[in-house]
């Protein structure tokens, strides 16, 4: 299949990007790794793709307060194997290789995959549970307000996200990231991330329009350490759909057996 006819532009400054993006129907292309797809299905026909890859300084990976800012541009492939991010967020470290192919991790940007918003990607849920910041041309979007439902988030036309901040998380706490699909490579049937320690934090991926905060288990996880009690909520607490890579009853199963698996590796992770 080949894309619909669109103009092309390729800015060199995040304003004439703005300005490009406001001026006509148009769309940001980063990685291209969902948009080109999309292009070639026809699902899209955007009259302007506006090419953000010649804008120099956005694919940065940095300290901030002991955790972390990244670059919008940033590749996946480049998370997966920074230091920084292995010391700084282990959780990010640890999901990376999850996150498609190789080849499609070499192109593929942290922004790109944020504002695409698949229900079933791995990096909305974890922006969710990392409480992570969204910068944009216009404001800073906390990662819970980011999303309205699948692919679709609160960007308003013309705005960029230029900047992912992730907070340090509390000293001690003990993370993991458990993930079933089908075939190595594949977007998640679903998947959970924890967080324990000096509170807990739960995310369901793949079980809903966006990634949510199983915020009952959450609560349980705090008050009683028996674990079957606590998935017995998280599995009550979501309510996914059947497709066909799975019926909404084997999601539900899979919400169970990971957040038991996801809870038991981050509470002997935990100081
Ligand atoms: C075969 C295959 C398997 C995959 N498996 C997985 C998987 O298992 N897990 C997973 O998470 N992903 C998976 N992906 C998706 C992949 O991770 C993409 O790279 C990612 O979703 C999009 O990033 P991108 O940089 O390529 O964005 P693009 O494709 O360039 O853009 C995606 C969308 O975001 C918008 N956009 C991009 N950047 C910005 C910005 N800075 N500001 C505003 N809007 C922006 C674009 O306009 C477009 O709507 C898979 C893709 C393929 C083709």
Redesign the pocket.
Known sequence: MKPPPFEYVAPSTLDEAVSALTSKDA????????????LNFRL?A?AR??D?NRIAG?DYIRDWNQGLRIG??A??HALETSSLVRERCPILHAAMP????LA??N????????????P?????GLAILLKAEMQ?TKRTIAAADFYKGA?T?V?EKG????EIRVPPLAAGMGWAFEEF?LRS????VAAIGALVGAETRIVAIGVSETPIRLRRAEAQSTNITDLDAIVEVAREECSPVSDQHGSAEFRRHLVGVLTKRALTKARERAL
Not at 27 to 38: E, F, I, K, R, T
Not at 159 to 162: C, D, G, N, R, V
């Open positions: 769309m940001v292309l980063a990685g291209g790794q969902s948009l080109v797809p999309m899209l955007p793709l506006v953000i956005l919008t541009l590749r996946h999850l996150v498609a192919h499609i991790r192109r593929g940007t942290i922004g790109g995959s944020l504002c695409h918003g698949d079933a990607a791995e990096l909305p944009t692919l988030t960007l705005e960029i996200l230029t699909a490579g594949d977007f998640a």
